[in-house]
């Protein structure tokens, strides 16, 4: 896989957790914990959560060509109405919420509280199932775990130093809206070629 390729997906993963319940909960929980700790925890879940996706990705790739187009279509359009048409205040409350039921005290469990959080937050979200819809189109599960991981990293730090600054520059409705356009155009994508063939 090229450089381009795997900043792409860095790019678009990065982009599709900002505005996501988790970022909410990752600020939320940094205002109640250390935010090392929160890192520590959020960022563990996180990798666990691609694990799974780059597995599931790769059970998807076995299947026929034609099967996994229309799978990885219909994936790719299910995450534009997503992004398009959930908004971008239920996200919010719904990660505030969750950050909020557990108020931890010691290092040990503000880590744990954080991994708790978010893997259950994350538990078939958008991002664990595009990571497994990018596995299933490009055969690349180690460069997309590794450029997935990166990202949901990258953005568990800002979220945990900086989220709320963030939100003031990137309003999460926008990411939401460049987002969802992005998978319109790669489901249509992923169907004109499937008619093509």
Do not use: W
């Not at 600054?165 to 969802?180: A, D, E, F, N």
Request: aromatic residues 8%; hydrophobic residues 50%; positive net charge.
């Amino acid at each position: 896989m090229t450089i381009g390729a795997l900043l792409g997906i860095f790019t678009l993963m990065f982009l599709l957790e900002l505005p996501d319940k988790t970022m909410i909960a990752t600020i939320v929980m940094s205002t109640r914990a250390r935010p090392s700790s929160v890192i520590l925890g959020a960022s563990s879940a996180f990798i666990v959560q691609m694990a799974i996706a780059v597995t599931a990705g790769g059970l998807l790739a076995q299947l026929p060509e034609r099967v996994k187009a229309v799978i990885v279509g219909l994936l790719f359009l299910g995450g534009a109405a997503y992004l398009l048409f959930v908004s971008a205040e239920e996200e919010s409350v719904e990660g505030t919420r969750a950050a909020e039921t557990e108020r931890p005290a010691a290092r040990c469990k503000e880590i744990t509280t954080a991994f708790g959080i978010i893997f259950i937050g994350e538990f078939g979200d958008l991002t664990q199932i595009q990571a497994a819809n990018l596995v299933a189109k490009t055969h690349q599960p180690y460069a997309v775990f590794g450029a997935s991981c990166a990202a949901l990293v990258c953005v568990t730090v800002l979220g945990a130093y900086g989220g709320q600054m963030l939100q003031r520059v990137l309003p999460p409705k926008v990411i939401r809206k460049v987002g969802g356009v992005i998978f319109t155009g790669l489901g249509i994508h992923t169907f004109v070629s499937l008619a093509l063939r």
